[in-house]
T-cell receptor, first 114, second 111 residues
Framework: DTEVTQTPKHLVMGMTNKKSLKCEQH?????MYWYKQKAKKPPELMFVYSYEKLSINESVPSRFSPECPNSSLLNLHLHALQPEDSALYLC?????????????FGNGTRLTVT | DQQVKQNSPSLSVQEGRISILNCDYTNSMFDYFLWYKKYPAEGPTFLISISSIKDKNEDGRFTVFLNKSAKHLSLHIVPSQPGDSAVYFC??????????FGTGTSLTVIP
């Protein structure tokens, strides 16, 4: 069982819809991440939150809006997406108090934009 | 530009033999390297890591080797088991919170 929980597992949305992806961890990790992964490609970093503050935004389009309500939760709000945004969206967390701490991933949300 | 590369998209190995997965990187500032295993419909699972001050790290059947001068790392799995069949990603980091992933190698262990 993964210690990073993502919901929903699957999501189909139209280009005019607004939806949110949710991620939760209870490992006490203070860094949380959103990655996007397309088929046969490596995970691509989208956002990093460190101590609940956005520290890295990899030039992600504004139709993706991250939110970190508290140290355990991470959301990704989606609006006016394009079909090419269809992908597996992975949440991850890691410690910030220890140097060289690995990422722990959730099982992802498979997003299809129609 | 891909800073972490896995040049073998796939690898097949007989059960009980050694599996060797390779990874190359271009950024000499990377100081922390990791291997992840991914099954279909699941997120990547952390396997083993190594910092740049070491050249080898071992955990059970898994050993990671780092050659800094060649900017190369490898994962050895001995003995290979059918349950090891998965996609393996290497990753590298230079800041502690920004990780770069390779394209993955699909390992098949044949019973």
């Amino acid at each position: 069982d993964t210690e990073v929980t993502q919901t929903p597992k699957h999501l189909v949305m139209g280009m005019t819809n607004k939806k949110s992806l949710k991620c939760e961890q209870h490992m006490g990790h203070r860094a949380m991440y959103w990655y996007k992964q397309k088929a046969k490609k490596p995970p691509e970093l989208m956002f990093v939150y460190s101590y609940e503050k956005l520290s890295i935004n990899e030039s992600v389009p504004s139709r993706f809006s991250p939110e970190c309500p508290n140290s355990s939760l991470l959301n990704l709000h989606l609006h006016a997406l394009q079909p090419e945004d269809s992908a597996l969206y992975l949440c991850a967390s890691s410690r910030r108090d220890v140097e060289n701490s690995p990422l722990h991933f959730g099982n992802g949300t498979r997003l299809t934009v129609t | 530009d891909q800073q972490v590369k896995q040049n073998s998209p796939s690898l097949s190995v007989q059960e009980g033999r050694i599996s060797i997965l390779n990874c190359d990187y271009t950024n000499s500032m990377f100081d922390y390297f990791l291997w992840y295993k991914k099954y279909p419909a699941e997120g990547p699972t952390f396997l083993i890591s190594i910092s740049s001050i070491k050249d080898k790290n071992e955990d059970g059947r898994f050993t990671v080797f780092l050659n800094k001068s060649a900017k190369h790392l490898s994962l050895h799995i001995v003995p290979s088991q059918p349950g090891d069949s998965a996609v393996y990603f290497c990753a590298a980091s230079n800041t502690g919170n920004q990780f770069y992933f390779g394209t993955g190698t699909s390992l098949t262990v044949i019973p």
